[in-house]
């Protein structure tokens, strides 16, 4: 409640300010909005001091949570597109009340939940490629011509479709819904473009439906009988189209003097794309959007290291991702390159890597560097199971990590938790107390909520990375070459199902970084397992290094995550563990600790944990 009436104070101070141009005012909205949100830049201020009514973010690489709330005050914000980034979190309803919002794009994020809506003036809506997991009151959303919620986890019809009397495109593909059609959907004379495959639905089609939006618009759409049409229907068609035709003449050719509206456009293209059947389209992005599988040789061998009579091509990759398109891809890819997801024969879960920054690499030198990396077994290190040089493409294939990466592991709202209106995507770094789980609930709570709150599997982790990067700098098998990661953050840190960290893009190449960066970029990973915060830039690491090291014992027990407050001795060893992360972070690289240091001071904090690995002199703090 405090948090709330704090939130209010300051959005009332925001709103009421005479000493602020409207776009100062709004920049500061927009700062609030995104506080959270890593890689965001705030865009260049307005000369004449205009308020913000577009803002267009698309494949920004942004990450974290946004604070709707301080976003739905820009109230004369028109048009959004935050598409193609790693979004995630939900959507409050109140922010569909933004009273100028008419064009909203936020495809192909990480942003889950239910979706409420309140009345608004929204006429482009493009949700598609989330999580969401339900969506009502669409009946609010009376202006709205185009609706793509495809490629979600809504398990039924959305109520109130049939509420959009103004709706023209209308995409549901791709979400298991149950329900009626056409009876829970708009009247389809007045869609132009329809696409309801890949789902449950039951109920009748007639011919003119299945011309008008096609046969793919329907594939494994549920259960649908056809209706035929009579005698008298199909000469009115033939009037129809006759008519239709003469219409079209004239209109094309008022057309050429004409002005073609933007939203037309990006209406027409929307619907095109998804007239296409799921195949053929993931079939035109491979050859539209990643050429290079076209010009990779096909018959090129896979190699698994552990399974050596293994026959794979290069071809069973492609067909295993459908063709590395775009449903088969996880990650965009960082420093190496795009991810993509493929289940191989004999139901071999793997993850192919394409590595972009290799295609220059000489196809001999790539093979050794990467038999070399397969001599790297740990068990905190991601193992690479095998590798595929199809001409210049390089692909790596590792094992399939159900649990995800440390980042969604530690941060992602787990399932159990309820759900809190308008506040759950804005405030939930601190919850309500009451929402709080307590110590035997948490204890008794089993799968991912235990594993959050609980600071042994936190520790656990802490460990298990410690170790395996103490294991790289130890240098490779049959030499004393220091293996450097380089890019230690939490989405490089993934969870196996026993709960053990496995270190993954490793390379044995860091580029210039040492094994000091190492040790630095350890710390804040650290840091982000202690305290339960996204996103650690420079400055907010030394901001906690200073009340770690001068701050009295209650100030550094405060930074901890409230989730390891539920018992004494948890909180205990989170501080002192935050004290392995103060010495990790050291300005100076020569004051750092080597890993094998760092395990023993872990294994000290809790000395219950098993005797392997690691070892070393340990420096005091």
């Given at each position: 409640m405090a948090l709330r009436l704090l939130l209010l104070l300051l959005l009332l101070s925001l709103l009421t300010s005479t000493h602020c141009s409207c776009d100062s005012l709004h920049r500061r909205l927009l700062s609030l909005s995104f506080s959270s949100v890593a890689g965001f830049h705030p865009p260049p201020a307005s000369a004449t001091g205009d308020c913000i009514r577009h803002l267009h973010l698309p494949s920004q690489n942004l990450s974290g949570t946004i604070a709707w709330i301080f976003l739905r005050n820009i109230t004369t914000l028109q048009t959004l597109d935050l598409s193609g980034n790693a979004l995630d979190g939900s959507i409050p309803g109140s922010f569909w009340s933004s009273p100028a919002l008419t064009e909203v794009n936020l495809a192909r994020n990480s942003l889950g939940g239910p979706l409420r809506f309140v009345e608004s003036g929204l006429r482009f809506l493009n949700l598609s490629g989330n999580r969401?997991?339900?969506?009502?009151?669409?009946?609010?959303?009376?202006?709205?011509?185009?609706?793509?919620?495809?490629?979600?986890?809504?398990?039924?019809?959305?109520?109130?479709?049939?509420?959009?009397?103004?709706i023209q495109?209308?995409?549901?593909?791709?979400?298991?819904?149950?329900?009626?059609?056409?009876?829970?959907?708009?009247?389809?004379?007045?869609?132009?473009?329809?696409?309801v495959s890949y789902n449950n639905l039951t109920g009748e089609i007639d011919s003119e439906a299945l011309h008008k939006f096609g046969s793919s618009a329907f594939e494994k759409g549920g259960i649908f009988t056809y209706a035929a049409a009579s005698s008298e229907q199909t000469k009115g068609k033939k009037h129809e189209k006759s008519r239709a035709w003469r219409k079209a003449v004239i209109a094309a050719a008022s057309a050429v003097v004409g002005v073609v509206i933007v939203g037309v456009l990006i209406a027409g293209a929307f619907c095109y794309r998804r007239k296409r059947s799921p195949e053929k389209e993931k079939g035109e992005i491979a050859e539209e959007?990643?050429?290079?599988?076209?010009?990779?040789?096909?018959?090129?061998?896979?190699?698994?290291?552990?399974?050596?009579?293994?026959?794979?091509?290069?071809?069973?990759?492609?067909?295993?991702?459908?063709?590395?398109?775009?449903?088969?891809?996880?990650?965009?890819?960082?420093?190496?390159?795009p991810i993509y997801r493929a289940v191989l024969p004999g139901e071999m879960h793997v993850v192919v890597r394409v590595m972009e920054r290799d295609r220059g690499v000489e196809p001999a030198a790539a093979a050794a560097a990467f038999k070399e990396i397969g001599r790297l077994r740990h068990r905190n290190l991601l193992p690479l199971l095998g590798y595929c040089i199809s001409g210049r493409e390089k692909l790596l294939l590792y094992?399939?990590?159900?649990?995800?990466d440390l980042h969604r592991w530690l941060h992602e709202l787990p399932a159990g938790q309820p759900d809190v209106e308008d506040w759950t995507g804005d405030t939930w770094e601190n919850p309500p107390s009451d929402t709080r789980p307590s110590s035997s609930s948490a204890a008794a709570a089993g799968g991912i909520i235990t594993a959050v709150g609980d600071w042994p599997t936190?520790?656990?982790?802490?460990?298990?990375?410690?170790?395996?990067?103490?294991?790289?700098?130890?240098?490779?098998?049959?030499?004393?070459?220091?293996?450097?990661?380089?890019?230690?953050?939490?989405?490089?840190?993934?969870?196996?199902?026993?709960?053990?960290?496995?270190?993954a893009d490793f390379a044995g190449e860091g580029g210039c970084a040492t094994a000091e960066d190492d040790v630095y970029s350890y710390g804040v990973v650290v840091m982000e397992l202690v305290t339960g915060r996204p996103h650690w830039p420079e400055e907010e690491v030394e901001?906690?290094?200073?009340?770690?090291?001068?701050?009295?014992?209650?100030?550094?027990?405060?930074?901890?995550?409230?989730?390891?407050?539920?018992?004494a001795e948890w909180e205990k060893e989170a501080v002192e563990c935050l004290k392995v992360g103060y010495l990790c972070t050291a300005k100076s690289p020569e004051k750092r600790p080597a890993m094998q240091q760092v395990v023993a001071l872990l294994k000290d904090i809790r000395p219950?944990?098993?005797?392997?690995?690691?070892?070393?002199?340990?420096?005091t703090f």
């Open positions: 969401f997991s339900a969506a009502s009151d669409l009946s609010q959303l009376t202006s709205l011509k185009v609706l793509d919620l495809s490629r979600n986890k809504i398990g039924f019809t959305p109520p109130g479709l049939n509420s959009l009397h103004n495109y209308l995409d549901l593909s791709n979400n298991s819904m149950t329900g009626k059609f056409p009876r829970d959907f708009p009247a389809i004379a007045g869609l132009r473009c329809m696409n959007e990643i050429g290079w599988v076209r010009e990779a040789r096909w018959g090129a061998p896979v190699v698994v290291f552990e399974k050596p009579l293994m026959e794979l091509t290069f071809g069973d990759l492609a067909g295993a991702t459908s063709g590395f398109g775009r449903e088969s891809l996880m990650a965009e890819g960082g420093r190496s390159g094992e399939y990590m159900e649990r995800g936190r520790h656990r982790i802490a460990l298990g990375v410690a170790r395996g990067l103490a294991f790289l700098h130890q240098g490779w098998v049959g030499s004393r070459t220091p293996v450097v990661h380089g890019h230690l953050v939490p989405s490089n840190i993934l969870i196996s199902d026993d709960l053990e960290p496995r270190i901001r906690l290094r200073v009340v770690v090291r001068d701050g009295p014992p209650a100030a550094v027990a405060a930074v901890v995550d409230e989730r390891l407050q539920l018992e219950d944990t098993a005797a392997d690995g690691g070892g070393g002199a340990s420096p």
